[in-house]
């Protein structure tokens, strides 16, 4: 990769005992719900998911600067990510909690005001019961399973506690999750679509949200009143038809470590996995398994250094990861340069994980706490 001055300036700035660092863009963020945005009517409304961090890509400072463009609404998994986003969201914001709520946890949604999803009897019931309680009627989110099997509530449930529903809680909205949306020709979608209709039938007046991120790319019938995109805010999606139709939110950065001179019949790593057939000029950078880069990714993906495209060789180890850095400049090769884990467009952070034959959220996400994240745009803009 060829270091453009915005992240040289970015990484000159990074303690040098720090190892690895992620840059996240949130004007990117921006662009890419203003984006989804102009793709949808008026009416839809954007809900953004932030659980698992954002997705590894942190969120505390993406739901504020969502909340400043106008986003009111935010999916998380679990109470405690509810719990960390309502600190610094305004009250207006809605946090709603996709695992639901538990016996003797009705009292933090009303303290915090979080919004359960009501994902079966049980949870509804609860609910319910918590209203009649306190007299007044609860928001509430419905999730109904329209074919995925996972969470929601069946039909039969849904007709079956249909009056104590409506006669308790306020529905936000009703919701569904579709199975197979990055697989446009697949016959369960149009099924799951016929499914959730015909429940929006009973719900009449309440509003609906079928699609995430995928879902959405299936076109105006999946939209409804609201669409909740989560990896689409953040540069990428799981169809290879859509891969670079989002702008990337963020890039990885990893120092050097060490620089071994190899000869012919040296190996590297645990394993010997890798021989050298040559002289070899070997980086180890400072990123590892412990740090989200798996270790079955071993002898795949590459970096950048200097102009060139370098590939990793060996196995991947807790903490590091070695790269056959012969064909760079010999001035580029200096204990604590950064080596670029992606490349602008043309190797992105999306494009990286479908080398690596997996999503890119599952390699964002496992990014812990020793990838420094570097934020730029304006976090502060209201």
């Not at 921006?30 to 659980?51: C, S």
């Not at 999606?237 to 890039?251: A, C, L, N, Q, W």
């Not at 990885?252 to 000029?281: E, H, M, P, W």
């Not at 071993?298 to 250094?305: I, K, P, T």
Request: aromatic share 10%; hydrophobic share 40%; charged share 25%.
């Amino acid at each position: 990769m060829i270091m453009n001055n915005e992240f040289s300036k970015i990484l000159s700035g990074v303690k040098p005992y720090i190892l690895s660092v992620a840059v996240v863009n949130l004007d990117n963020v921006v662009k890419n719900y203003e984006k989804i945005k102009g793709q949808l009517p008026e009416k839809t409304q954007i809900f953004a998911v932030l659980k698992a961090d954002a997705y590894g890509f942190g969120a505390i400072p993406i739901s504020e600067r969502l909340y400043s463009e106008g986003c009111r609404g935010f999916l998380v998994a679990t109470v405690e990510e509810g719990l960390e986003i309502r600190k610094n969201l305004p009250h207006d914001a809605h946090i709603f909690i996709l695992s639901g709520l538990f016996a003797d946890t009705e009292d933090i949604f009303i303290r915090h005001k979080l919004t359960p999803v009501l994902n079966n009897k049980y949870q509804s019931d609860l609910w319910i019961n918590y209203a009649k309680k306190l007299n007044k009627k609860l928001d509430a989110v419905l999730h109904v399973d329209t074919g995925i099997s996972r969470n929601g509530a069946i039909f039969r449930e849904v007709q079956d506690n249909f009056h104590g529903i409506r006669d308790n809680l306020n529905l936000v909205f009703v919701m569904s999750h579709l199975a197979c949306a990055d697989t446009p020709d697949h016959p369960l979608n149009k099924l799951q679509l016929k499914r959730f209709k015909d429940i929006m039938q009973i719900f009449k007046g309440v509003k609906g949200c079928l699609s995430a991120t995928n879902g959405m790319f299936l076109g105006e019938d999946y939209f409804f009143d609201i669409v909740r995109p989560g990896k689409a805010l953040y540069g990428f999606s799981v169809r290879e038809d859509k891969v670079g139709s989002m702008t990337p939110v963020m890039d990885i950065f990893s120092r050097i470590v060490q620089i071994n001179y190899l000869k012919a019949g040296d190996s590297v790593g645990y394993g010997a996995t890798f021989t050298a057939d040559r002289d070899v000029t070997a980086i180890t950078i400072g990123m590892g398994y412990a740090d989200g880069f798996m270790r079955k990714f071993s002898g795949f993906g590459h970096g950048f250094l200097g102009r060139k495209k370098i590939p990793m060789i060996g196995r991947i180890s807790m903490d590091y990861i070695v790269l056959d850095a012969s064909e760079v400049e010999e001035s580029q090769l200096k204990l604590g340069n950064w080596v670029a884990l992606t490349n602008d467009d043309d190797y992105t952070l999306e494009k990286w994980s479908l080398e690596l034959n997996t999503i890119p959220h599952e390699i964002a996400c496992r990014f812990g706490s020793r990838v420094k994240k570097i934020y730029v745009g304006d976090k502060s803009a209201r």
